[in-house]
């Protein structure tokens, strides 16, 4: 079973709206770790924003915002007023604290095109 | 400040042939060090990592090998190239401790084998 599973291959945005990107997880584990990285054209890989399983607010950075809904294992992107530059890949990821150093699972993405 | 290192950043090889991919790390000491690989439209899948010098673990069998010779150099080998090599490869890092532990990704190698 696919751990981190994101349903939107695709998504077209009108400049200056606020975007949503889902992205649900599944993990027996009580301690984990969420993560959204930006992946522009370039192939760079950014780190976006992080959630502790045990954070009791939902993590903001920016114009990046994560809701955290932990009965529901979601942890949907939102991206506020989006810009041109917006226009990427992203990716949700989960590190599970049982998982040991064996780093990130990553979701296939979504693909974020923002118009003019 | 940490910086991480991934060369060459497009390779174009023949079926058959070897591989060597490189990564360095620099501004930090023991860190831990991965592998993916992301094909065309798709997510990252982790090849390996290594936790310290000389260890590595690999997360599926594949016709790839790591090495890390050195703290901080980690390097994707091959002895013969496969058509299904293809993709593009990123070297990471991270501290190594848990909490919020984020990976810090290289520039990515675009590996085509024809």
């Known amino acids: 079973a696919q751990k981190i599973t994101q349903t939107q291959p695709g998504m077209f945005v009108q400049e200056k709206e606020a975007v949503t990107l889902d992205c649900t997880y599944d993990?027996?584990?009580?301690?984990?770790?969420l993560f959204w990285y930006k992946q522009p054209s370039s192939g760079e890989m950014i780190f976006l924003i992080y959630?502790?399983?045990?954070?009791?607010q939902n993590a903001t950075e920016g114009r990046y915002s994560l809701n955290f809904q932990k009965a529901r294992k979601s942890a949907n992107l939102v991206i506020s007023a989006s810009q041109l530059g917006d226009s990427a890949m992203y990716f949700c990821?989960?590190?599970?604290?049982?998982?040991?150093?064996?780093?990130?699972?990553f979701g296939k993405g979504t693909h974020l095109i923002i118009q003019p | 400040s940490q910086t991480i290192h991934q060369w060459p950043a497009t390779l174009v090889q023949p079926v058959g042939s070897p591989l060597s991919l490189e990564c360095t790390v620099e501004?930090?000491?023991?860190?831990?060090l991965y592998w993916y690989r992301q094909a065309a439209g798709r997510g990252l899948q982790l090849l390996f990592y290594?936790?310290?010098?000389?260890?590595i673990s690999s997360e599926v069998p594949q016709n790839l090998s790591a090495s890390r010779p050195q703290d901080r150099q980690f390097i994707l080998s091959s002895k013969k190239l496969l058509l299904s090599d293809s993709g593009f490869y990123l070297c990471?890092?991270?501290?190594?401790?848990?909490?919020?532990?984020?990976?810090?990704f290289g520039s990515g190698t675009q590996l085509s084998v024809l």
């Open positions: 990471a890092w991270s501290t190594g401790q848990f909490d919020g532990e984020k990976l810090f």
């Open positions: 993990t027996s584990d009580p301690s984990y770790g």
């Open positions: 959630q502790g399983s045990y954070d009791q």
């Open positions: 990821a989960m590190r599970e604290r049982g998982g040991g150093a064996d780093g990130l699972t």
């Open positions: 501004g930090t000491s023991n860190p831990n």
């Open positions: 290594s936790v310290g010098i000389g260890q």
